[in-house]
């Protein structure tokens, strides 16, 4: 199959279900947009209540996070991105994020994320890895449980 005969997609946030970000929390979800198991790519949206701290972990590709609701920002860092903020984070690099309570009661990120996260626990010890293959496992699990269809989620088209 050539480029030029891959269809455009347009995919409505709406057709999908916001997932449970477990075991991780149960207050915090991730809508899977994309899992693109060729470039290792996640797109998502993540819904966390203002508060939240997620655990930190480590980034073996770069992430790019659009703020569309609230405000947050790295425990290690003194910037905050607010709506219509972007952060670039690069390969190699390590986060604690926070949901902060002063930007309203929850925060909405649209997240690009290559590759794996890795994350720690509280003795620096890796206890989990996320990548887009966790997320389709997640994705799955969730609509199996729930009685809802699932969406191929990892391929090219809607």
Wanted: proline share 5%.
């Amino acid at each position: 199959m050539l480029y030029e005969s891959i269809d455009t997609a347009a995919i409505n946030d709406e057709d999908l279900p916001w997932v449970p970000f477990s075991p991780y929390s149960d207050e915090v979800f991730i809508k899977y947009i994309k899992c693109d198991p060729v470039r290792g790519e996640t797109i998502t949206l993540l819904k966390a209540p203002a508060g939240t701290t997620l655990p930190r972990h480590y980034h073996t590709g770069t992430v790019i996070v659009y703020t569309v609701k609230g405000g947050w920002k790295y425990l290690e860092h003194d910037w905050i991105s607010k709506p219509g903020g972007v952060v670039f984070e690069t390969a190699g690099t390590s986060h604690t994020p926070v949901a902060l309570k002063e930007y309203g009661d929850e925060i909405i990120t649209l997240n690009i994320t290559q590759g794996d996260l890795l994350y720690y626990d509280e003795n620096d010890n890796i206890c989990a890895i996320e990548n887009w293959k966790s997320g389709v496992q997640r994705y799955r699990a969730f609509c199996e449980a729930q009685g809802i269809e699932a969406k191929d989620i990892t391929s090219f088209s809607a």
